[in-house]
């Protein structure tokens, strides 16, 4: 017979996998950042191999931590009963993934602009592509908003102990 698992170490578990899902949050974010000074450069050098190195890399990276983001979301919902906050997590999967192609093409249109200076509906593209971007990034800040309010019950035992 299998043993249950008493509340407090529930929520402990459940924070735990919380914490590790902004923690890759972050590292969403930097490899982001990575995936920008390298395309600068390679727009700067122009070596094709480099940048398809740059593409594979961040690739991988975003592979592993969609992995690790499945796992969370998966955890959450079967073995903690948080299924609001794996719902979210799930959403954000979702538009992590719309962001990753919306910035690949985002950086293509960019390459074309550098290699075809002013022409302006390369212009209007990138400006275009740039402000769906922003109107994405608002969105995802908002689920993590929601996230964050999901997961304050979580903590009220942290609170009290204070």
Do not use: W
């Amino acid at each position: 017979m299998a043993e249950s698992i008493d509340p407090v170490t529930m929520k402990r578990m459940a924070k735990e996998l919380l914490q590790r899902f902004f923690f890759l949050q972050d590292r969403i974010v930097e490899t982001y950042r990575l995936f920008d000074e390298g395309f600068g450069v390679y727009l700067d050098t122009n070596p094709t191999h480099l940048y398809r190195q740059l593409v594979d890399a961040i690739s991988d990276n975003f592979e592993k931590i969609s992995c690790e983001l499945i796992y969370i979301k998966t955890e959450l919902f079967y073995s903690h009963n948080q299924k609001e906050l794996a719902t979210l997590v799930e959403k954000i999967l979702y538009k992590q993934k719309i962001k990753l192609d919306l910035i690949m093409d985002l950086k293509v249109a960019e390459r074309e602009l550098h290699n075809h200076q002013g022409e302006e509906s390369l212009v209007n593209k990138v400006r275009e592509l740039k402000e769906r971007m922003k109107g994405l990034q608002e969105e995802i800040n908002e689920v993590l908003e929601e996230i964050k309010y999901e997961s304050e019950d979580l903590y009220e035992d942290d609170q009290v102990e204070r």
